[in-house]
Antibody, heavy 116, light 108 residues
Framework: QVQLVQSGAEVKKPGASVKVSCKAS????????MTWLRQAPGQGLEWMGW????????KYSQKLQGRVSMTTDTSTTTAYMELRSLTSDDTAVYFC?????????WGQGTLVTVSS | EIVLTQSPGALSVSPGERATLSCRAS???????LAWYQQKPGQAPRLLIY???IRATGVPDRFSGSGSGTDFTLTISRLEPEDFAVYYC?????????FGQGTRLEIK
């Protein structure tokens, strides 16, 4: 079945970086891009950006531009999202989701906690 | 940027009854790019409806979507216990893609 499995929870200090992985299986990785989103505690969903399967095209949220990078590794069918210069406002659950239209399926989420 | 406003913020309904959730866009949008998701506590969102009215694979037929222009509706015809969750609408026809703030469906 189509599945996205994300890396485990992270605790980071302010100013650090975090890199979250999303391993895809059960479909042709080359046929879909990957969208990244996040959800702060008790809040709604925020779009972070999108990357094509080949990494040739990316589109990032204006809010995060300059701090976020998305990549893919087609040999391992894995997508990555790196966020730099972390602050407490970046504490959230981070999700990957297949596609850039309707998003289906989603990864299980990765909790990133930023705390000194 | 398209702003999506969902109403009500929370809705209390008894099992077996109908629930109607609303999503209003800040300007007229194409219904081809409007989706609905269900999110239960501690879980990732699950796609229910896309193209405003097309049920995703495996979604029960008690879920239906409708609407056009600026007004869209998700209807759950006979609520089951597992339907109590938060529901989000999502527009993906322009950049940035946007989400409504969610409607929490609670058991009455």
């Amino acid at each position: 079945q189509v599945q996205l499995v994300q890396s485990g929870a992270e605790v980071k200090k302010p100013g650090a970086s975090v890199k979250v992985s999303c391993k895809a299986s059960g479909y042709s990785f080359m046929s879909y891009g990957m969208t990244w989103l996040r959800q702060a505690p008790g809040q709604g969903l925020e779009w972070m950006g999108w990357i094509s399967a080949h990494s040739t095209n990316t589109k990032y949220s204006q809010k995060l531009q300059g701090r976020v990078s998305m990549t893919t590794d087609t040999s391992t069918t894995t997508a990555y999202m790196e966020l730099r210069s972390l602050t407490s406002d970046d504490t959230a659950v981070y999700f990957c989701a297949r596609g850039n239209h309707q998003l289906d399926p989603w990864g299980q989420g990765t909790l990133v906690t930023v705390s000194s | 940027e398209i702003v999506l406003t969902q109403s009500p913020g929370a809705l209390s309904v008894s099992p077996g009854e109908r629930a109607t959730l609303s999503c209003r866009a800040s300007q007229s949008v194409s219904s081809s790019y409007l989706a609905w998701y269900q999110q239960k506590p501690g879980q990732a969102p699950r796609l229910l409806i896309y193209g405003a009215s097309i049920r995703a694979t495996g979604v029960p037929d008690r879920f239906s979507g409708s609407g056009s222009g600026t007004d869209f509706t998700l209807t759950i015809s006979r609520l089951e216990p597992e339907d109590f969750a938060v529901y989000y609408c999502h527009y993906y026809g322009s950049s940035p893609i946007t989400f409504g703030q969610g409607t929490r469906l609670e058991i009455k």
